[in-house]
T-cell receptor, first 112, second 114 residues
């Protein structure tokens, strides 16, 4: 299973764009890249998922270069409510089931 | 919207007690998971189930067992609770095992064993 590395913490201000980069050098051919968001005392919540190039939804964009050894989650115009822990995961079929390994994540603090 | 519910948000039990944590999902998902989350350790997979009555051990199954008698319900059992099982327990479900299927999480149960 591919291990991921992401910054432990980041700070930003309201209205700014935030980019969180995750490295995953050992990503396998059938692995997808998935990002989750977690608020205190809640379960993680799916944000976005991609395989290559760029994916955009109503809350974020995900940029994946051609070699897929890293990915960047982009949050446009963050607000205070985006303060949370963000997890980058790679995974897919492993041992016959969908297994994901959650690391420590990136703790994003958005300031007024 | 997919909903994953857990039986309790907070639970306090004594050492040696048998503890049941229940999880229910309402979207006919094939897969269900139990994780525990501890500071600095992220989420660690305890058990996984890919069908009724089917289960697989995760990374840290010792001291735990699970039961899945119905597709929508997945129970985590602590046979004899110990203080090192004090943790946040998270249940999740996913539609299928195919690549690209992501997980939906419940709100978590914070278990304290005294």
């Amino acid at each position: 299973l591919a291990k991921t590395t992401q910054p432990i913490s980041m700070d930003s201000y309201e209205g700014q764009e935030v980019n969180i980069t995750c490295s995953h050098n050992n990503i396998a051919t059938n692995d997808y890249i998935t990002w989750y968001q977690q608020f205190p005392s809640q379960g993680p919540r799916f944000i976005i998922q991609g395989y290559k190039t760029k994916v955009t939804n109503e809350v974020a964009s995900l940029f994946i270069p051609a070699d897929r050894k890293s990915s960047t989650l982009s949050l446009p115009r963050v607000s205070l409510s985006d303060t949370a822990v963000y997890y980058c995961l790679v995974g897919g079929l492993s041992g016959g089931y969908n297994k994901l390994i959650f690391g420590a994540g990136t703790r994003l603090a958005v300031h007024p | 919207d997919v909903k994953v519910t857990q039986s309790s948000r907070y639970l306090v039990k004594r050492t040696g007690e048998k503890v049941f944590l229940e999880c229910v999902q309402d979207m006919d998902h094939e897969n269900m998971f139990w994780y525990r989350q501890d500071p600095g350790l992220g989420l660690r997979l305890i058990y996984f189930s890919y069908d009724v009555k089917m289960k697989e051990k995760g990374d840290i199954p010792e001291g735990y067992s699970v039961s899945r008698e119905k597709k929508e319900r997945f129970s985590l059992i602590l046979e004899s609770a110990s203080t090192n099982q004090t943790s946040m327990y998270l249940c999740a479900s996913s539609l299928h095992s195919g690549t690209g299927s992501h997980q939906y999480f419940g709100p978590g149960t914070r278990l304290t064993v005294t």
